[in-house]
């Protein structure tokens, strides 16, 4: 049994069959993060979990024509590594509010670049540049990062969000995200061996309490949540943030 599968059924039997995913998703989920890994991981963007993908919605399929990456998965998961995710356009069918992961987006895109204003995201985003440019400086983006050795990692397999549904009890996240780390989660760092590492997120950072800063220590930075409230000149400071952190 792999590590993926055996994290898989140690959540499923902890948190019961019917409060997960099943084990296809979270199996597409890990096969979009293995093809945009880096060969030599130098950063890791160390986020809590994708967003949890209906049944209904992973039956959707992407259209290969529009992206033309060779091997690249095909099913949709609410998930930024998948380009589907966000742009109904390249799907065989409309999925309801799939708005994508914008702000996940704009972290990328400050990750290879400096940033000086919300402006600098538009290249980025439906409400500023049309589809066909868009998935193209998506494709570009996604390249770039993985040249840069920028590696996105959740440290839950699972989905600890459920769209329009109550958030699950730090109780939950806990156990869910120790559960990940203890099989699966610390072995691929210790395996990767990244320089530095971004935690997205103080629930993650609190959840492992000293486990990253004991692997980290210095090179262990703590960044709010992308949907944290902050005033937008605050928001911009943590943007601008990540270049320095990823080009060192």
Same mark, same amino acid.
């Given at each position: 049994?792999?590590?993926?599968?055996? @994290?898989? !059924?140690?959540?499923?039997?902890?948190?019961?069959?019917?409060?997960?995913?099943?084990?296809?998703?979270?199996? =597409?989920?890990?096969?979009?993060?293995?093809?945009? !890994?880096? /060969? /030599?991981?130098?950063?890791?963007?160390?986020?809590?979990?994708?967003?949890?993908?209906?049944?209904?919605?992973?039956?959707?399929?992407?259209?290969?024509?529009?992206?033309?990456?060779?091997?690249?998965?095909? %099913?949709?998961?609410?998930?930024?590594?998948?380009?589907?995710? +966000?742009?109904? &356009?390249?799907?065989?069918?409309?999925?309801?509010?799939?708005? $994508? &992961?914008?702000?996940?987006?704009?972290?990328?895109?400050?990750?290879?670049? %400096?940033?000086?204003?919300?402006?600098?995201?538009?290249?980025?985003?439906?409400? %500023?540049?049309?589809?066909?440019?868009?998935?193209?400086?998506?494709?570009?983006?996604?390249?770039?990062?993985?040249?840069? +050795?920028?590696?996105?990692?959740?440290?839950?397999?699972?989905?600890?969000?459920?769209?329009?549904?109550? /958030?699950?009890?730090?109780? =939950?996240?806990?156990?869910?995200?120790?559960?990940?780390?203890?099989?699966?989660?610390?072995?691929?760092?210790?395996?990767?061996?990244?320089?530095?590492?971004?935690?997205? +997120?103080?629930?993650?950072?609190?959840?492992?309490? +000293? !486990?990253?800063? %004991?692997?980290? $220590?210095?090179?262990? @930075?703590?960044?709010?949540?992308?949907? &944290?409230?902050?005033?937008?000149?605050?928001?911009?400071?943590?943007?601008?943030?990540?270049? $320095?952190?990823?080009?060192?």
């Amino acid at each position: 049994m792999n590590n993926l599968l055996k @994290t898989y !059924k140690t959540l499923e039997s902890t948190l019961g069959p019917n409060s997960i995913e099943s084990f296809e998703i979270v199996n =597409t989920v890990h096969d979009y993060r293995l093809f945009w !890994k880096p /060969k /030599k991981v130098k950063t890791v963007l160390l986020a809590e979990s994708h967003v949890y993908t209906s049944n209904s919605d992973y039956g959707s399929y992407l259209n290969p024509s529009y992206l033309k990456l060779p091997r690249y998965p095909n %099913k949709y998961v609410r998930f930024v590594y998948c380009l589907g995710c +966000g742009e109904n &356009a390249i799907l065989n069918m409309n999925i309801p509010k799939n708005s $994508g &992961a914008p702000e996940f987006w704009k972290i990328f895109y400050s990750c290879c670049n %400096k940033i000086n204003s919300r402006e600098d995201f538009k290249s980025i985003l439906k409400s %500023k540049t049309e589809f066909d440019i868009r998935i193209k400086n998506k494709i570009k983006l996604l390249n770039s990062l993985k040249d840069r +050795g920028i590696w996105l990692l959740d440290a839950s397999i699972i989905a600890l969000y459920i769209p329009n549904k109550p /958030k699950p009890s730090y109780k =939950t996240i806990d156990k869910c995200i120790n559960i990940c780390w203890d099989l699966l989660i610390e072995d691929i760092l210790v395996k990767e061996k990244p320089r530095n590492l971004i935690c997205i +997120g103080k629930t993650v950072e609190k959840v492992l309490n +000293g !486990k990253l800063n %004991k692997m980290f $220590g210095h090179n262990l @930075t703590v960044m709010p949540q992308p949907n &944290a409230r902050l005033k937008p000149e605050d928001r911009l400071e943590v943007l601008q943030s990540y270049f $320095g952190l990823c080009n060192q």
